[in-house]
């Protein structure tokens, strides 16, 4: 095995440890302080990984080990849950700004009609 393979082996395993650590993250439904440590250790792994196969001159997917494709192949089934779900939580909050924002216009039409009816006043003698 050389160096090059070595080095994305490494860097390879290295990205999918950060990476289940952050589907796991996101299963256990960590708060966002969690997920931002996890996120940035796995950030940081793919610049380690980014940076071994730039150093080498590029992907050469001949020299790459079976362990770092296989790697790399659960990565990427992976990045698609990430995205999933990720897109889940956007619908999700998409759905709540509706609804807070439909709360807020019958809470503004009620105000407003409030304004327009006439007030009672009494006045003591």
């Known amino acids: 095995m050389s160096?090059?393979?070595?080095t994305i082996e490494q860097a390879a395993s290295v990205l999918l440890s950060s990476t289940e650590k952050l589907?796991?993250?996101?299963?256990?439904?960590?708060e966002a302080e969690a997920l931002a440590v996890v996120y940035?250790?796995?950030?940081a792994a793919f610049t380690i990984f980014r940076d071994a196969v730039e150093t080498a001159g590029g992907p050469k997917v001949?020299?790459?080990?079976?362990h770092a494709r296989d790697c790399l192949q659960r990565i990427s089934s992976f990045n698609a849950d990430l995205i999933a779900v990720g897109t889940t939580?956007?619908?999700?909050?998409?759905?709540?700004?509706?609804?807070?924002?439909?709360?807020?216009s019958a809470i503004q039409k009620h105000?407003?009609?409030?304004?327009?009816?006439p007030r009672l006043v009494t006045i003591k003698a």
């Open 40 to 43: 940035s250790g796995r950030e």
């Open 23 to 30: 589907m796991e993250a996101l299963a256990e439904g960590a």
């Open 3 to 6: 160096e090059y393979e070595k």
């Open 89 to 104: 939580l956007v619908d999700a909050l998409r759905d709540e700004k509706k609804e807070l924002g439909q709360v807020r």
């Open 62 to 66: 001949a020299s790459i080990s079976v």
């Open 111 to 117: 105000s407003a009609r409030e304004r327009e009816q």
